[in-house]
C-alpha cells in the first residue's frame, strides 16, 4: 500500500513570495489534515478535510492560508504572501474516516522563508 | 483548545534501559495519541488511547483520564526509539492538540 505522498520535499521562497504544497492520501481514505510543524514544537493542525468538505479550518491563517481538496482525493495548501515565521515543516495526514482511527503522515515539506 | 504538556523534555537513555514519558492535559478529552517523529522527522502513530493501557511490543500505554495524564513506557530501549515522541488531545469539540514533544536519545 502506497503511503501518503507529498511535495515538494523543501522548498525556499524569499517573503512576499507564493508557495504551494501537494498532498496525495492513502488510496480511500476519506479525511486529510495538514499540519504546521515550527522547529522544536508540536504539530498544529492547520485544516481538516472530510472527502471534499472541510471539518476544521479554525486555526488556519485565511488571510494567507488557503487549501482545497478537489474531488475529494488530493490537495494543495497555498500561502500567500508567504512571512518568516511561516517557515516550518508542513505535514499531510490521512486517515479512513477521522480522528477516532491511526492517522499516516507524508515525510513533509521543509519551508524556509528568507 | 486542550493545553497538554509533557515531561521530560529530554531524555538520554542507554541501551537496553526502560523509561517513562508523561503527558498531562487541561481537559476531558475524546481522545489521546502518542505519535514517534524518527529523526529524519517521519511521524508514526503509536497508540491511540482515550482510557486503559495498551501494548505494542516494548512500549506500552496507560492513561487515566479521571487524572488527565497519559503515560508511555519503553522497556529495553534500542537506538531505533530515538526521536521525538508527542502526545496529542482531542477535545470535546474536536480540537487537536499536541504537546512539544519529548526527546529521546538511545546511546549504544
Known amino acids: 500500500e502506497a503511503g501518503v505522498a507529498q511535495s515538494p520535499r523543501y522548498k525556499i521562497i524569499e517573503k512576499r513570495q507564493s508557495v504551494a504544497f501537494w498532498c496525495n492520501p492513502i488510496?480511500?481514505?476519506?479525511?486529510l489534515y495538514w499540519y504546521q510543524q515550527i522547529l522544536g514544537q508540536g504539530p498544529k493542525l492547520l485544516i481538516q478535510?472530510?472527502?471534499?468538505?472541510?471539518?476544521?479550518d479554525s486555526q488556519l491563517p485565511k488571510d494567507r492560508f488557503s487549501a482545497e481538496r478537489l474531488k475529494g482525493v488530493d490537495s494543495t495548501l497555498k500561502i500567500q504572501p508567504a512571512k518568516l515565521e511561516d517557515s516550518a515543516v508542513y505535514l499531510c495526514?490521512?486517515?479512513?474516516?477521522?480522528?477516532?482511527?491511526?492517522?499516516?503522515f507524508g515525510p513533509g515539506t521543509r519551508l524556509l522563508v528568507l | 483548545g486542550i493545553q497538554v504538556e509533557q515531561s521530560p523534555p529530554d531524555l538520554i537513555l542507554q541501551e537496553g534501559a526502560n523509561s517513562t514519558l508523561r503527558c498531562n492535559f487541561s481537559d476531558s478529552v475524546n481522545n489521546l495519541q502518542w505519535f514517534h517523529q524518527n529523526p529524519w522527522g517521519q511521524l508514526i502513530n503509536l497508540f491511540y488511547i482515550p482510557s486503559g493501557t495498551k501494548q505494542n511490543g516494548r512500549l506500552s500505554a496507560t492513561t487515566v483520564a479521571t487524572e488527565r495524564y497519559s503515560l508511555l513506557y519503553i522497556s529495553s530501549s534500542q537506538t531505533t526509539d530515538s526521536g521525538v515522541y508527542f502526545c496529542?488531545?482531542?477535545?470535546?469539540?474536536?480540537?487537536?492538540?499536541f504537546g512539544a514533544g519529548t526527546t529521546v536519545t538511545v546511546r549504544a
Open positions: 496529542a488531545a482531542l477535545s470535546n469539540d474536536y480540537k487537536l492538540s
Open positions: 478535510f472530510q472527502n471534499n468538505g472541510v471539518v476544521d
Open positions: 495526514a490521512s486517515s479512513p474516516l477521522g480522528f477516532y482511527e491511526t492517522q499516516y
Open positions: 488510496s480511500g481514505h476519506a479525511t
